[in-house]
């Protein structure tokens, strides 16, 4: 039987070791448990074993996990990050819901998101989507047009832009692995440099957290490793 309390341990194990290799400030790297298809029982011993943050990809799947966070009155606690395709008829639920978004790749969504957010709510912290690859196949923003989203993200008060997010085309060279995050690494820089505020890198999966982690994420989104094979 699969144990997420152990899986978690040595994920933040390794997590504080890459740090410390890579000469990142301990604790500057935050672990996003990704639980997309995974059971509730299994998020629930990832909650009992301390992690708060937890990723999910399909809205409908979120919004019956929330509730049951909700009946055991424990998911004010949880900090809910969307990180899936978001269609437009979705954002309503996902603007009241979640605290992040990491997946926004299209203006008219950010514009939904920000209407929607309760005003009483904070912020909705938010990650622009961006096709580092380059495939015409993936989600995200190609490179020439992140600086027009993310200033048009400035325009927009219930939204508060942290930063850039990538999925890489799948790379088992941890030489090419970490060419893909530096280039989003670029990206994030040359935003800064021309005033946007950002603080986030969301980059590194449960194969790829090294070279993500040695080009400067501050955000892994971690799912096998911490709760094993996906069902479905
Ligand atoms: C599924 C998913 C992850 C987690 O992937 P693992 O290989 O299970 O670690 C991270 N980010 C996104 C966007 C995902 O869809």
């Not at 740090?19 to 996003?32: A, F, N």
Request: charged share 20%; glycine share 6%.
């Amino acid at each position: 039987m699969i144990n997420i309390e152990n899986n978690l341990k040595i994920v933040r194990a390794n997590l504080n070791a890459l740090e410390q290799k890579y000469h990142r400030k301990p604790g500057s790297v935050t672990l996003l448990a990704v639980s997309k298809q995974q059971s509730f029982t299994k998020m629930k011993q990832a909650f009992l074993a301390g992690q708060r943050a937890f990723g999910e990809s399909y809205l409908q799947e979120a919004l019956e996990k929330i509730q049951l966070f909700q009946q055991e009155k424990i998911n004010h606690e949880i900090e809910w990050h969307f990180i899936g395709g978001i269609q437009r008829n979705k954002t309503r639920q996902i603007a009241e819901h979640f605290a992040w978004v990491h997946s926004l790749d299209d203006a008219m969504i950010a514009k939904r998101l920000n209407e929607q957010r309760p005003t009483h709510a904070p912020r909705l912290s938010i990650c622009i989507q961006v096709n580092i690859s380059q495939e015409p196949t993936k989600s995200g923003v190609v490179f020439d047009e992140v600086f027009a989203l993310a200033e048009y993200c400035y325009t927009l008060p219930q939204l508060h832009l942290r930063g850039l997010m990538a999925v890489p085309s799948l790379q088992h060279d941890f030489a090419k692995q970490r060419e893909s995050f530096h280039t989003l690494f670029l990206l994030w820089q040359a935003l800064r440099e021309k005033g946007f505020a950002l603080d986030t890198l969301s980059m590194g999966m449960s194969d790829d957290m090294e070279a993500a982690i040695a080009e400067g994420a501050t955000i892994v989104r971690i799912g096998q490793a911490i709760f094993g094979e996906r069902i479905k």
